[in-house]
């Protein structure tokens, strides 16, 4: 093993210089930890800068100085607690909770008033979707920022921020906030000088004087919006450029090749902690490095730039957790938690999309043959890192099938695609779904689904049948099951906890119109969230099972997110099995996906003596029957 460099000289003097004024333990603790991270800080940044790399490092050391001594009384103390527990976010009692701060809670101050209400359901972590001052509609639910240091009007300023992350703390509640660092909005300040002709800001991003670099680029880059926003690259007319612009013509992308656009963003993460987020979520950070002839997507300096942005983060606020939103296939996925050199040193979390996908799939196949084998290639992720688990998110599903792993168990990936887009749009025979079709790509045949998790499960099609209702809704609560019981970080969608249908209104609002994943992104209606204590109703039973697994999950140890998910094949393609071990425990996971009743052999599961399904406290002696769509989660009997 390398020996670590040691921090020189003389940036450890300029640090002693900016720290004289701090009471010795804080002066200590952020010299120890600059030394400590220096390492990560320089490797980082000389792979993605080489030579200008040391440099680089040291301003960027010099940014997480001012970002320690700026860190409020309260938040120092979070470190010491975090460098305590480092693991805070690995336990078993993490629930985590996304929805938009306006719909859910009207601005700010909203959401903090209905902090009791995600406490009562478990939630310990809650993502807000980008709540920065945006530019003006369309912004892409705010992932276009126009200014990164304030708070969208009509929700609050930064002392409502402030507020709220102090608030979601007394309730055991952890704040993450996107951190939008592949695009800013086409009339952010930097954006606004490279139209004015100032050229450090022009180069902050990728102009281009004709097509010619366009087209060599645009033979191999895939279209992430290829309805609403073909191609990759905008003209604009002052810069007299083409522009790169991965997602809308209005968010422009950086050029992280430019060193300051770094230092830009390790300022943003400090400030950003500052303010008490406490988890990053790096959005759409898989783009953020270009390199001919490839998909620009998942480059080696992606992860370089993150283990320096983490090292500043390390240094200034260790309590900040960094969350990969990289949705890309298994391999390139590890590296964002981190293989080889950067193990455990890039993102603490990574969204496991591949579950995502494969949980949908296996509902509408009733067969488990794909997942088993998809997700049996998910391994050796650093033990002190997390998947974020979930069902749905803001966003559409696209049908991330991989065509080997469909050809392994008999499948065209092709057809299979188109048959999971088939089933949730509601156009296959017997399907009760009712999504709707995002971004079809005539070249690909990629037809992506928008539509809550309720409307895509049959929930709403079923309403008036008590019969279809019940069996909707327990696919509905087994689909959630698989997530909790999958270990890492489930993340409900806000809506999801009441089973909430699509919502049409997107179609009318001019500023929604263009872009169906609105659909799933209703209002939090009050009023219904009430019938949550009327029993007998969809809310009750919903967020009742949810809060009670929650609940058990919190007690069990093998879903401590640091052990491996292992997927069994009981012998039967209707029944999901898993199998978690810690040092505590074993817990086996096995759900119905069917709709039928099952039973479970005895001898097909790998734990001895009598279970205890910990859901229900039902004691199994032999073989273990389910109900249709039932889970269960099984631990040793005690006796
Ligand atoms: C991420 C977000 C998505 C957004 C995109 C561009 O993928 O989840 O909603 O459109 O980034 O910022």
Request: one cysteine or more; glycine letters at 8%; aromatic letters at 8%.
């Amino acid at each position: 093993m390398a020996v670590d460099p040691v921090l020189p000289a003389s940036v450890e003097q300029e640090a002693r210089a900016a720290l004289a004024g701090e009471p010795e333990e804080h002066r200590v603790l952020v010299l120890a930890r600059l030394r400590r991270w220096w390492p990560d800080l320089l490797a980082g940044l000389t792979e993605a800068y080489g030579d200008a790399g040391a440099q680089v490092a040291e301003h960027a050391a010099e940014v997480a100085v001012q970002g320690a001594l700026d860190r409020p009384a309260e938040l120092r103390l979070l470190d010491l607690e975090r460098l305590v527990q480092p693991d805070w976010f690995q336990s078993p009692r993490m629930l985590g909770y996304s929805a938009y701060a306006d719909r859910f809670g009207g601005d700010l101050r909203g959401v903090a008033e209905r902090a009791p209400y995600l406490a009562e359901l478990g939630v310990t972590y809650l993502h807000l979707l980008p709540l920065l001052q945006p530019r003006p509609e369309p912004n892409d639910g705010g992932y276009a920022v126009a200014d990164y240091r304030s708070v969208r009007p009509d929700l609050g300023d930064l002392a409502d921020l402030r507020a709220l992350t102090a608030t979601l703390r007394g309730h055991g509640i952890s704040l993450a906030l996107d951190l939008v660092l592949n695009h800013v909005a086409a009339e952010h300040a930097w954006a606004r000088a490279a139209r004015d002709g100032d050229l450090r800001a022009r180069a902050y991003f990728h102009v281009f004087p004709d097509r010619t670099e366009p087209d060599a680029f645009e033979r191999t880059l895939p279209e992430v919006f290829p309805d609403f926003a073909p191609g990759s690259f905008t003209w604009d007319d002052d810069l007299r450029g083409w522009v790169w612009t991965t997602f809308n013509s209005w968010q422009w992308d950086l050029d992280w090749h430019n060193p300051e656009v770094l230092l830009e963003f390790a300022d943003l993460v400090c400030f950003l902690a500052n303010q008490g987020v406490e988890v990053l979520r790096l959005d759409a950070v898989a783009f953020l490095w270009k390199r001919l002839s490839t998909t620009c997507q998942d480059q080696p300096e992606v992860h370089a730039l993150t283990r320096a942005l983490r090292a500043v983060a390390r240094i200034a606020a260790p309590a900040v957790l960094f969350k990969a939103e990289a949705i890309v296939g298994p391999e390139q996925l590890a590296e964002y938690l981190g293989t080889g050199r950067n193990a455990g040193r890039v993102s603490d979390l990574a969204y496991h999309n591949s579950l995502m996908v494969q949980v949908w799939s296996t509902l509408a196949a009733k067969d488990t043959r794909l997942l088993r084998t998809a997700l049996a290639r998910f391994g050796g992720r650093p033990s002190t890192t997390s998947w974020a688990t979930y069902l749905r998110c803001h966003d559409d599903i696209g049908w991330a099938v991989d065509d080997a792993d469909a050809a392994a168990v008999g499948l065209s990936g092709p057809l299979h695609r188109a048959f999971l887009s088939d089933w949730y749009s509601g156009a296959f025979a017997g399907s009760d779904a009712e999504g709707l079709v995002f971004q079809e790509n005539e070249a690909t045949g990629d037809r992506r689904i928008s539509g809550t998790a309720a409307s895509l499960l049959g929930v709403h099609a079923a309403a008036g049948d008590p019969v279809r209702l019940d069996l909707a809704l327990r696919r509905h609560v087994l689909a959630h099951l698989v997530v909790l019981g999958w270990g890492g970080l489930p993340v409900l969608w806000s809506g999801d906890e009441l089973a909430l249908p699509d919502d049409d209104a997107w179609a009318d609002d001019p500023t929604t119109a263009g872009d169906n994943r609105w659909v799933h992104r209703p209002r939090l209606p009050w009023e219904v969230a009430a019938r949550r204590d009327e029993p007998g109703t969809v809310e009750a039973r919903v967020f009742g099972a949810l809060q009670h697994a929650a609940r058990v999950r919190g007690g069990l140890p093998a879903l401590h997110a640091s052990a491996e998910t292992e997927v069994l094949d009981p012998g039967d393609d209707r029944l999901l099995a898993t199998v978690r071990r810690t040092q505590d425990q074993v817990l086996v996971g096995l759900y119905e996906v069917g709709g039928a009743s099952r039973t479970c052999p005895r001898s097909a599961l790998p734990v001895e003596g009598p279970l205890v399904d910990a859901l229900t406290g039902r004691r199994v002696e032999g073989d273990v029957v389910l109900g249709p769509y039932e889970a269960v989660w099984l631990v040793p009997a005690l006796s």
